[in-house]
């Protein structure tokens, strides 16, 4: 069976690949994430979660090429404007402002490379957060959870009390879709479940 990396420094994948039974190894790439002139935010994930496994393939000694990458992106998209991490608490706290009381978009990307080929997908979910205050979003900030995460906020942490509703799949807004993973996956023959004993 080939032999997996995971292109990502975000423990949020890790963990949701540990998840469905994977066995990888994790790898940082880091890759130029500004956006292209007139790209759509759909095109954007779906080209960073491409070039982070390419940029992973390039890390990987060359008796490891036939190995697969996977890598992955995700960007909140409000009004199709793309809020990236917060640069400063002012910053994310004006990006929950802005989320405050509405819909908006999360859409993840991932890619799978081999050396071969590399195949990809975009999962895109609805998320409605109920109304915020102002001090409850200086309180948020002084979590320490909103600044490492696209939008600002964690579905999976504090902010689940900000979510109202949720069209699409809850493990892509935390940052890697595992249905969506486990299918591409054993499209380059690498089952989901390997930690699983039938008896
Ligand atoms: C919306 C949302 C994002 N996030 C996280 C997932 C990602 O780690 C991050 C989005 O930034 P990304 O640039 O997609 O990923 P990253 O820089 O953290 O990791 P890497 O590029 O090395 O794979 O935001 C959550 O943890 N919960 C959420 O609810």
């Known amino acids: 069976m080939k032999s997996l990396y ?4 975000s423990p949020r994948r890790r963990e949701l690949l ?3 039974g994977v066995p990888f190894t994790a790898l940082s790439a880091d890759i130029d994430e500004t956006p292209l002139p007139d790209e759509s935010p759909a095109a954007y994930v779906e080209r960073l979660a491409r070039d982070k496994a390419a940029a992973g393939h390039a890390l990987i000694a060359a ?4 190995a697969c990458v996977l890598g992955a992106d995700t960007a909140v998209v409000l009004d199709g404007r793309i809020l990236g991490k917060p640069l400063d608490q002012a910053d994310a706290q004006s990006m929950l402002m802005a989320l405050s009381d509405r819909e908006h978009e999360v859409l993840t990307a991932i ?5 071969q080929r590399c195949e990809s997908r975009v999962v895109r979910s609805l998320v409605r957060f109920r109304a915020i205050g102002d001090d409850e979003a200086a309180r948020y900030w002084a979590s320490g959870e909103p600044c490492d995460k696209a939008g600002g906020y964690g579905i999976q942490g504090l902010a689940a009390v900000f979510v109202a509703g949720l069209n699409g799949s809850y493990s892509a807004v935390v940052g890697l879709p595992v249905c969506e993973t486990a299918e591409l996956l054993g499209h ?3 089952p989901c479940w390997q930690n699983l004993a039938v008896r």
């Open 18 to 20: 540990t998840q469905i």
């Open 6 to 9: 995971l292109a990502s420094g």
């Open 111 to 115: 890619a799978v490379l081999d050396g």
């Open 63 to 66: 008796g490891q090429s036939a």
């Open 188 to 190: 380059f023959g690498i």
